[in-house]
């Protein structure tokens, strides 16, 4: 098993930074790809970023230079900066981990972390 453990959220101001941190750990091995996703109130659950384990990162276009994936491999740790926040970023946001298990892959997914942006 895998777990994950999300921090960072909390309130801004429009305009604002906050680093999300995930610390990943347990089963740790064959994880082909981390990532955040969120999910804002009466919304699907969406992307916000990735990173495979041989760090090419994909962006959604809505935080397009303004948030930046990236990853700690000796901490087991996934990061999202985000700069730049908008009301609009608000939701709760997901760590997950992609992890290859008999050939094919199983996510896995934190519980969340709450980031709200105040205009």
């Known amino acids: 098993q895998v777990q994950l453990a999300e921090s960072g959220g909390g309130l801004v101001q429009t305009g604002g930074s906050l680093r999300l941190s995930c610390v990943v750990s347990?089963?740790?091995?064959?994880?082909?790809?981390m990532g955040w996703y969120r999910q804002a109130p009466g919304k699907q659950r969406e992307l916000v970023a990735t990173?495979?384990?041989?760090?090419?990162?994909n962006l959604a276009h809505s935080v397009k230079g303004r948030f930046t994936i990236s990853k700690d491999n000796a901490k087991n740790t996934v990061y999202l900066q985000m700069n730049s926040l908008k009301p609009e970023d608000t939701a709760v946001y997901y760590c997950?981990?992609?992890?290859?298990?008999?050939?094919?892959?199983?996510?896995?997914w934190g519980q969340g972390t709450q980031v709200t942006v105040s205009s």
């Open positions: 997950y981990v992609e992890r290859w298990v008999s050939a094919r892959p199983i996510d896995y």
């Open positions: 347990g089963s740790i091995s064959y994880i082909n790809r």
């Open positions: 990173i495979t384990s041989g760090g090419t990162t």
